[in-house]
């Protein structure tokens, strides 16, 4: 999402468009990697930007209710990538390396069929995650 989406994405949804908010959103935009709080926290203040810690795990928090963000966790590790796709979607992460792919498709209705048989829910929404190893892991290995 670029930044004048994201800025149209904040106004549709009525949220206030902080500086803080704007400031985590650049530097996950301009990663290369997915980043830890601590991490945002540091490369934020290496430019002379002190946002609290509190309020970056806030702000990740509502990007991740906002589906804008992908939050990996690796054991006690938890990073923070910015999705590119907009719509419905699902990631594969590599176990090795760490890097995050995003799948532009879901095709899961006959299990969510299955799910409403077995257990008579309505099925409205699902989180799957994918995990492998990517090309350059897989050869390393
Ligand atoms: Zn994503
Ligand atoms: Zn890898
Ligand atoms: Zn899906």
């Given at each position: 999402?670029n930044?004048?989406?994201?800025k149209n994405?904040?106004k549709?949804?009525?949220?206030?468009?902080s500086?803080?908010?704007l400031?985590?959103?650049?530097?996950?935009?301009?990663?290369?990697t997915?980043?830890?709080?601590?991490?945002?926290?540091q490369s934020?203040?290496k430019?002379?930007k002190?946002i609290?810690?509190?309020?970056?795990?806030r702000?990740?928090?509502l990007f991740?209710?906002?589906?804008m963000?992908?939050?990996?966790?690796?054991?006690s590790s938890?990073k923070?990538?910015?999705?590119e796709l907009e719509?419905?979607?699902?990631?594969?992460?590599c176990?090795?390396c760490g890097?995050?792919?995003?799948?532009?498709?879901?095709?899961?209705?006959?299990?969510s069929?299955?799910?409403?048989e077995?257990?008579?829910?309505?099925?409205?929404d699902?989180q799957?995650?994918?995990?492998?190893?990517?090309?350059?892991c897989?050869?390393?290995?």
């Open positions: 999402m930044k004048g989406l994201f994405f904040f549709a949804k009525k949220l206030r468009l500086h803080p908010r400031l985590i959103y650049q530097e996950l935009y301009n990663a290369k997915p980043l830890s709080p601590q991490e945002l926290y934020l203040l430019k002379q002190k609290g810690l509190t309020s970056i795990y702000s990740l928090d991740e209710s906002l589906d963000v992908f939050k990996i966790i690796n054991g938890v923070y990538k910015l999705c719509d419905h979607h699902h990631h594969i992460i176990k090795a890097s995050v792919v995003e799948l532009n498709f879901c095709d899961i209705s006959d299990w069929k299955k799910v409403t077995s257990t008579g829910y309505q099925v409205i699902h799957l995650n994918f995990y492998g190893f990517c090309k350059t897989k050869k390393e290995a």
